[in-house]
C-alpha cells in the first residue's frame, strides 16, 4: 500500500522534472530537471525493490547513478566553457 503511494508521488516528481526539461529557459536548468528525473527513476526502482524484496535491481540503481553523474559532469563542463545562455 505504501509502495504505491511512494510509486505515484515519484510519478509525479518525475512529471514536474519533465516538464521542466521541456520548457527550461536555460541549459542549466534542464540539467538540474535531468538530475531529478534521474533521482525519481532511482527511487522507483529502491521501491519496487524493497517492495518485491528483492536486490537483484539494485545494479541498476548503481548505473542509473553513473551515468547521471557523468551526464551532469559533461553539461556543466559544457555550460562552463560556453556560457550560462546557451
Known amino acids: 500500500m505504501i509502495a504505491n503511494i511512494a510509486l505515484v508521488c515519484l510519478a509525479i516528481a518525475g512529471a514536474c522534472a519533465a516538464y521542466r526539461v521541456l520548457r527550461g529557459p536555460a541549459l542549466a ?11 525519481c ?5 529502491a521501491v519496487d525493490a524493497a517492495g518485491s524484496g528483492s536486490s537483484t535491481s539494485l545494479v541498476l540503481i548503481v ?3 553513473v551515468i547521471g ?10 555550460i562552463e566553457r560556453n556560457g550560462p545562455g546557451t
Not at 527513476?41 to 526502482?45: C, F, S
Not at 553523474?69 to 559544457?78: K, P
Open 41 to 45: 527513476l532511482m527511487a522507483g526502482v
Open 29 to 39: 536548468d534542464r540539467v538540474v530537471a535531468l538530475d531529478v528525473g534521474l533521482m
Open 63 to 65: 548505473v542509473i547513478a
Open 69 to 78: 553523474f557523468t551526464a551532469t559532469v559533461a553539461a556543466s563542463s559544457f
